[in-house]
């Protein structure tokens, strides 16, 4: 290879690895008509998904289960494999025994901690931000010994890719963040795309770089007000077209195609933001069927049934134990209100759970987890 180069950047021989360094942003990008039309669908989607938002009842709850989705489909494309049931029953236990259980509550928490260093300090995104997540993301998870929160100091390898050598990285990454806060010459959707591919290829992280610079793509739409919350997740799309996904990537490196990558990427918005307008819409349906039937089913204990419905948008899968501290009462009224949510179809057992029986939300869990919402 020696040292040659491409549009999307170099080659550079060092003793015996053969490092590619990626080309500084913003690069000349071709804006044609196929790519102004995919940018106005994306728009269009993410306007969409803005409305619903607003008209979701228990909005909060829902998106908390939805970025747990997110996290299990951006974890499954690095071979980490769990589900979206024990993910949420984990979640208000301190750690999981189940490590692919924890690195995905891990994926959440870092999530979470970089829209609150957003939003409540003011951090812009920036190499600080991406550092902390990622400190947050490998806290007390096989990647722990791969020094979380600090750039690597050694060459790693990506498949055929050596990514660009240590001395090169925080340079390439101040470019990075000046990209993402001073650029205004390319529309916001093509600069969280550019970011995305361009975080990938630096790879500055010993573990956790595909989870970080996917993470990158919520936060800088947050940023850039394109989403007012952090649940809009192409991570589905990328799992579902993976082998598209990485030869996208790699077609920016081998052949300077930021096209082709920016026109997937903005398929990927649109078709993440009709998704999750398609299941919020359905669980709003859902939602005002069950809260129908508690008015007219039961209105002696009204009050406390919408509290337990309300929470079970956030834990689908409760224990009686757990509805009895939720609404402060005995064990036999929480069972009683629990086998009232048992006969209105509300609620159903948890399988395979036989010593402290677990009830499940399921027809909204079914929304969730099908592949497809017609």
Same mark, same amino acid.
Request: hydrophobic share 40%.
């Given at each position: 290879?020696?040292?040659?180069?491409?549009?999307?950047?170099?080659?550079?021989?060092?003793?015996?690895?053969? %490092?590619?360094?990626?080309?500084?942003?913003?690069?000349?990008?071709?804006?044609?008509? =196929?790519?102004?039309?995919?940018?106005?669908?994306?728009?269009? /989607?993410?306007?969409?998904?803005?409305?619903?938002?607003?008209?979701?009842?228990?909005?909060?709850?829902?998106?908390?289960?939805?970025?747990?989705?997110?996290?299990?489909?951006?974890?499954?494309?690095?071979?980490?494999?769990?589900?979206?049931?024990?993910?949420?029953? %984990?979640?208000?236990? !301190?750690?999981?025994?189940?490590?692919?259980?924890?690195? $995905?509550?891990?994926?959440?928490?870092?999530?979470?901690?970089?829209?609150?260093?957003?939003?409540?300090?003011?951090?812009? $995104?920036? /190499?600080?931000?991406?550092? =902390?997540?990622?400190?947050?993301?490998?806290?007390?998870?096989?990647?722990?010994?791969?020094?979380?929160?600090?750039?690597?100091?050694?060459?790693?390898?990506?498949? !055929?890719?050596?990514?660009?050598?240590?001395?090169?990285?925080? &340079?390439?990454?101040?470019?990075?963040?000046?990209?993402?806060?001073?650029?205004?010459?390319?529309?916001?959707?093509?600069? $969280?795309?550019?970011?995305?591919?361009?975080?990938?290829?630096?790879?500055?992280?010993?573990?956790?770089?595909?989870?970080?610079? @996917?993470?990158?793509?919520?936060?800088?739409?947050?940023?850039?007000?394109?989403?007012?919350?952090?649940?809009?997740?192409?991570?589905?799309?990328?799992?579902?077209?993976?082998?598209?996904? %990485?030869? @996208?990537?790699?077609?920016?490196?081998?052949?300077?195609?930021? !096209?082709?990558?920016?026109?997937?990427?903005? +398929?990927?918005?649109?078709?993440?933001?009709?998704?999750?307008?398609?299941?919020?819409?359905?669980?709003?349906?859902?939602?005002?069927?069950?809260?129908?039937?508690?008015?007219?089913?039961?209105? +002696?204990? +009204?009050?406390?049934?919408?509290?337990?419905?309300?929470?079970?948008?956030?834990?689908?899968?409760?224990?009686?134990?757990?509805?009895?501290?939720?609404?402060?009462?005995?064990?036999?009224?929480?069972?009683?209100?629990?086998?009232?949510?048992?006969?209105?179809?509300?609620?159903?057992?948890? &399988?395979?759970?036989? @010593?402290?029986?677990?009830?499940?939300?399921?027809?909204?869990?079914?929304?969730?987890?099908?592949?497809?919402?017609?």
């Amino acid at each position: 290879m020696g040292n040659s180069s491409s549009r999307g950047g170099h080659y550079e021989k060092i003793a015996e690895y053969n %490092y590619f360094i990626p080309s500084k942003l913003p690069p000349e990008i071709k804006i044609d008509q =196929e790519m102004m039309e995919l940018y106005g669908e994306a728009m269009l /989607s993410l306007g969409k998904f803005a409305e619903a938002q607003t008209r979701i009842p228990s909005k909060r709850r829902f998106l908390h289960v939805y970025v747990a989705k997110e996290a299990i489909f951006s974890s499954q494309i690095e071979n980490i494999n769990t589900t979206l049931p024990q993910v949420l029953e %984990y979640k208000s236990k !301190e750690r999981s025994e189940n490590e692919d259980v924890q690195e $995905v509550l891990n994926y959440i928490e870092a999530l979470n901690f970089g829209d609150e260093l957003m939003t409540d300090k003011n951090l812009p $995104v920036s /190499s600080r931000l991406i550092r =902390e997540c990622h400190k947050k993301l490998l806290s007390g998870v096989r990647g722990e010994n791969k020094t979380p929160g600090h750039y690597r100091k050694v060459p790693v390898f990506v498949g !055929e890719l050596v990514p660009p050598p240590a001395h090169y990285i925080e &340079d390439l990454i101040y470019n990075l963040e000046k990209f993402i806060n001073e650029n205004n010459s390319l529309l916001p959707l093509l600069r $969280v795309g550019l970011t995305h591919v361009q975080f990938e290829t630096i790879h500055p992280f010993l573990d956790g770089n595909g989870r970080i610079g @996917r993470l990158l793509i919520v936060l800088m739409m947050m940023d850039y007000k394109l989403i007012n919350e952090p649940v809009l997740y192409p991570s589905i799309f990328f799992m579902k077209n993976r082998s598209e996904y %990485y030869s @996208r990537l790699d077609a920016v490196r081998l052949k300077g195609d930021y !096209e082709g990558w920016i026109k997937f990427f903005l +398929r990927g918005i649109k078709t993440s933001a009709d998704d999750i307008v398609k299941r919020a819409w359905k669980i709003d349906s859902l939602l005002k069927d069950y809260s129908y039937a508690i008015a007219n089913q039961l209105p +002696r204990v +009204r009050k406390n049934a919408e509290k337990l419905l309300e929470q079970l948008c956030e834990t689908p899968i409760m224990t009686i134990n757990d509805v009895m501290d939720l609404i402060g009462t005995s064990y036999a009224t929480a069972q009683k209100l629990v086998n009232s949510f048992i006969e209105l179809d509300i609620l159903k057992h948890e &399988d395979q759970k036989q @010593r402290n029986k677990a009830f499940v939300l399921w027809k909204y869990l079914n929304i969730l987890e099908k592949d497809v919402i017609d």
